[in-house]
Structures are given as C-alpha cells and as structure tokens.
C-alpha cells in the first residue's frame, strides 16, 4: 500500500501526472472524438457534425489537448483550399483496446451500478 492507502498500480501511482491524462483521454468529450478518428481522419466540421452535442469551444480544446498528448494529429492538407484534418495517432489506436474494455464493463455491470443508485437514493 501506498502512503495514501491506495495500492499502487504496477508500482506506479494514480497521482497528479497520470491522473491529469487519464482526465485528458477518458472525459465525455475525448472518448467521443477519438472514436470518431479511430474510425477515419475527420476535418473540424465533420466531427461537429457527429458530435452535436459539443460546442465549438469545448471541441476545440479537447483537439488540442489530445493533440498535445501525442493521440491526434493535426494535419494541414494541401489541397485547394487548404484544410486542416485530425488524425489518431500510432499511440492514440493503443487506447482502443483499454477503453473497449472499459465500456464492455460498464454495459456489463450497469444494472448493479443502477441498483445500488436507487437503493442509495432511497436511503438518502
């Protein structure tokens, strides 16, 4: 056990670094653009367009973060006009696998979670 009485992961800790990225990648907004992009590359507008929900702000600083974090690639076209058009990085498609798991556990266990919401709910 850690001095935070929380086990440590293969000897590393969850703490500032690792837990900035993972709120980085796994946010709402992150997990609904990279699974765009692990699809195909997409330009600003065309992940507007399958994302609706998100704003031209939020979308913008989520590009950038993943950007930064070496999981996107902003590439500018050379075609006429040019254009800009994100890409998932060789790093960025090692997360599919993690987050599919992830979501194969929340269907999975999402019955137990409502369960114990309501009987929370109920309680409180």
Request: aromatic share 4%.
């Amino acid at each position: 056990m850690t001095e935070t009485n929380r086990p440590a992961i293969d000897g590393l800790e969850i703490d500032a670094p690792h837990r900035d990225l993972l709120d980085q990648v796994l946010d709402k907004w992150p997990l609904q653009v990279l699974d765009r992009l692990c699809e195909q590359p997409s330009r600003f507008n065309e992940l507007r367009r399958a994302i609706p929900a998100v704003t031209q702000k939020s979308l913008t600083a989520t590009l950038r973060r993943l950007e930064r974090n070496c999981v996107v690639d902003r590439v500018i076209t050379s075609s006429r006009p040019i254009a800009v058009e994100y890409r998932i990085t060789s790093l960025g498609k090692t997360l599919r696998g993690p987050i599919d798991e992830l979501l194969q556990w929340t269907a999975m266990h999402m019955p137990d979670v409502e369960r114990a919401r309501a009987k929370f709910d109920d309680e409180a």
